[in-house]
């Protein structure tokens, strides 16, 4: 016997609801994902792309009893299944600080050319004062030079992972605009901002976007 799925789909009308839904669903995340990606291509500009690199999260966090060993072990294993490089979740502890020292010494010991670069967790960085932009600002100085720092496209880059909260100047957008001007605009910010996708085209601060949503639940 054969089965005729056109006439199934029509004499049960419930089926072509949800096969309408569903495809209006995938409609609306392909068209999000379509403007997000034009907006990335905006930013590239016509030269030479930079070689693709793979890189892995790395909570700062949990590593209060690190040495340098227990780094150049995690950077070892890392190289050993090609990730290139780190991107450090750093937050407000003083003991962080020498953590990622650590971190960047044990890179450049173990000489392979892996990559390290920070990510600022603003689920635990404050960001309403001057001073405080100014330790965001000193964090991402301390590094800026170090032969392990990861570049694109000839600056140090640098993440967030949120920051959509941040009050000082009285809005986000000024706030991360006067912290990246503080650097002399000499860094490449991709920050993770979890607020409308329509308004990162006029965030004059964005070179892209880390997209802790890339499984699609936009």
């Known amino acids: 016997m054969e089965l005729d799925a056109n006439a199934d789909v029509q004499a049960n009308p419930s089926i072509n609801q949800a096969v309408e839904m569903n495809l ?11 403007d997000t990606f034009n907006m990335f291509a905006a930013t590239m500009d016509s030269g030479e792309r930079e070689p693709k690199l793979v890189v892995a999260h790395h909570m700062v966090g949990n590593t209060y009893p690190y040495t340098v060993e227990d780094w150049k072990r995690d950077i070892q294993l890392a190289s050993s299944h090609s990730i290139d490089g780190f991107v450090l979740n750093v937050g407000r502890d003083d003991w962080m600080t020498a953590r990622v020292d650590d971190a960047y010494a044990a890179a450049q010991s173990v000489g392979n050319g892996f990559k390290l670069c920070l990510s600022l967790d603003m689920t635990s960085l404050p960001c309403a004062t001057l001073q405080d932009v100014q ?6 100085s301390r590094y800026a030079h170090h032969p ?3 570049i694109y496209r000839g600056k140090p880059l ?3 992972f949120a920051g959509e909260g941040c009050t000082y100047g009285g809005s ?7 912290f990246k001007k503080g650097l002399g605009g000499n860094i490449h910010f991709v920050p993770s901002l979890f607020t409308n996708p329509a308004i990162l085209n006029t965030l004059p601060f964005l070179d892209g976007i880390f997209n802790y949503r890339a499984n699609g639940n936009l």
């Open 24 to 34: 209006e669903v995938k409609n609306a995340i392909e068209a999000a994902m379509n």
């Open 135 to 140: 330790t965001l600002q000193h964090w991402v």
């Open 148 to 150: 392990n720092q990861l």
């Open 158 to 160: 640098v993440s967030t």
């Open 172 to 178: 986000f957008a000024t706030a991360w605009t006067e």
